[in-house]
């Protein structure tokens, strides 16, 4: 009995060896001794039935956008003055907790010379606002826990959702955000305001045209210091809900910022997906350090335990073969970072610490400053031509936060699919709970789901359209 099993062992063994060399992605196939795969701690669930990808979705253009703000703290705020600045908008309704903050957006509406909006002050009352007829986009800038409930919500009620970032903070958000959209075929944007900075932009121009050649390597980051934005010493969040979530979850919990430009450069879903992940943590010490220093030794702030570590680090293979890193450090003293390096076959640029542009034959140090900016005038993206001087004069982040809005605006006002879809939503939120759970075990490497479900090769280019 046994001689005749260890052959057919053996058999099989080989060819299960060989089947699954075959099924493997160019970048699973880069070493040959592999002792095991990324966990697919987050399996793909199978798309409903009769739902398709919404890749490129296109709707019913929009002549006037009827919008309705949910969440006007400081970020919603500011987004209602912008938007007093653009055509072929009318917002019709507020909604927040607080008062106060309704007054504070009516006024901007009067000095502009709008007509005020319908208020909503209730706990749910953000349904109600998404059950009206006469809106077409819900605007969400609440806390992070609201996000996906409203946008979900939203697009059940028929209405095109844009949300603040991240537009999800676990999986199974990031899927139903997908699935919704699928099945609705309506718009869910994440507001990803950093792709739309000039110097992005331009970038994003430069490698398209190919003077970076093959981008192999990209950086992002959010390092920036909010210590004292979490304890409410500089600005007021609403029931400290920042500092909430970075005290009860390790992982990267603000991906998008420097990851979303990077993630258009390098086409992700269109053309490359992502394939598996490792984060690395470092532990806490700046929070509980500045609390000591701020409220005293044994105050409430400076006794509890903070979760998340200070310096966390993701990387990241994608199915083509290139290598993503993104840091998220928001509580040491240190200048504000978000990186954005592109490493390519025939140029390198950065923005931080230092901006910068090395091109071949010259690569091995930075060009001058001069050269940069004619560089950057030649290549000036479309868009920034566009719309760039009425951008910095409505400011938001130095004009970036307008781009975005008059980017969205155009696209539903003239039916055309807009520049982040919901699977950038999805997958630029994804990297909270996928680096919260490599952290949780030493840094495994873990698989990145392919939120299209295949269809990340429907087509080979970001299109700003
Ligand atoms: N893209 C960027 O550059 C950028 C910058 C800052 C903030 N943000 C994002 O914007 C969002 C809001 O941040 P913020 O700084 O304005 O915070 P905030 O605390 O000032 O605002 C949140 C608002 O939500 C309201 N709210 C709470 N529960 C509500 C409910 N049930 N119904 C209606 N409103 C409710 C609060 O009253 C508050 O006014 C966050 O998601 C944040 O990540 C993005």
Redesign the pocket.
Known sequence: MKTSIIPNFKFIAALFLILSVAACTPSEKESGDTLFKARELFPEPPRPAGQTDVIELRCDPIDTVRIAF???????TEAVRRYTYLEGVKIVAL????PE?LERAQKILKGSGLPPADTYTG?L??QKVCEREDVNLIYV????D??TPIAVYAMEHGKHVAT??PAAITMEQCWQLVNTAEKTRLHCMQ?E?CNYDFFEMATLNMARHGLFGEIVHAEGAYIHDLRALYFNETD???NM?RLRHNQNRNGNLYPTHGFGPICHTLNIHRGDKMEYLVTLASDQFGMTEYAKDKFGEDSDYATRDYKRGDMNTTLIKTSRGKSILIQHDVTSPRPYSRIHMLSGTKGFVQKWPIQGIALEPEAHSFMSEEKMDSLLAVYEHPITKEVGEMARKVGG?GGMDFTMDYRLIHCLRNGLPLDQDVYDAAEWSSIIELSEKSIANQSMPVKVPDFTRGAWQKVSTVTYY
Not at 95 to 98: E, G, N, R, T
């Open positions: 949910i969440g006007v703290g400081s970020r919603g909604c927040d907790l607080v903050n706990e009352d953000w800038c609440t806390h992070w609201l996000h603040e970032v507001l305001n007021e969040y609403w809900w982040h």
